[in-house]
């Protein structure tokens, strides 16, 4: 519930109502299935770092977070979509800046060395069986539609967390469009099993999808 309205806060920073929508959302689809914790918080720090809204600068011991984070992106196919956006944010964001190239390598070997842990634990325990059902595309055709729906151009006047500037529209329209790219390729690679272990995201950005369409409309 908490992963929810974090997310939802990234999605939506200028309507707070959107946040504590996506909670009772949550609530109500862990009563039908248990999300994945790990799945649900990686998927967070992605959509936060693309939609920039911390405003403060890159510093040496978010690499080393960094890092973690792309051993347990690299480690999970659910989430290895998660590597190209944060990939990109390393590569275009302004606060990263002059630790860029560390940055990306700490990155990077924390992704190999998740595929290698993934590709350890496969060879022994097997890669798990994965049933790509009818109910799994009607849920990526439902997640691909609360997406486009939610990341309609957008004015955002709140401010970074360091209040330092208004924090970047096109940058919380991409964040949009991640959060509705990972619940996609979750439900794609793990089917039904996979929707359910991001839903704390889906109902993220269905709450940013009601809330614009009554909030913003077209």
């Not at 039904?192 to 991001?198: C, H, N, R, T, Y």
């Amino acid at each position: 519930v908490f992963i929810a309205w974090a997310t939802a806060r990234e999605l939506t920073p200028d309507y707070p109502g959107a946040a504590t929508l996506a909670m009772a959302v949550a609530l109500g689809a862990a009563v039908y299935a248990q999300p994945s914790v790990l799945v649900s918080a990686v998927a967070l720090i992605g959509v936060r770092l693309v939609a920039g809204t911390v405003g403060s600068p890159v510093k040496v011991f978010d690499i080393a977070v960094l890092g973690l984070i792309g051993i347990a992106t690299g480690v999970s196919p659910l989430l290895w979509i998660i590597a190209i956006p944060i990939g990109a944010w390393i590569w275009l964001a302004p606060e990263v800046g002059r630790l860029r190239l560390p940055t990306g390598i700490i990155f990077v070997i924390g992704v190999l060395s998740g595929l290698a842990l993934a590709y350890a634990l496969a060879s022994t325990y097997g890669w798990p069986n994965v049933e790509i059902s009818g109910t799994a595309y009607v849920l990526t055709a439902i997640a691909g539609g609360a997406m486009l729906l939610a990341a309609r151009p957008t004015v955002v006047t709140s401010l970074t967390d360091a209040g330092t500037a208004p924090i970047d529209g096109t940058r919380i329209r991409f964040a949009r469009l991640a959060a509705g790219s990972f619940v996609m390729w979750a439900t794609v690679m793990g089917g039904v099993a996979g929707f359910w272990s991001i839903a704390p995201v889906m109902a993220a950005l269905v709450a940013t999808a009601i809330y614009r369409f009554f909030k913003e409309p077209a």
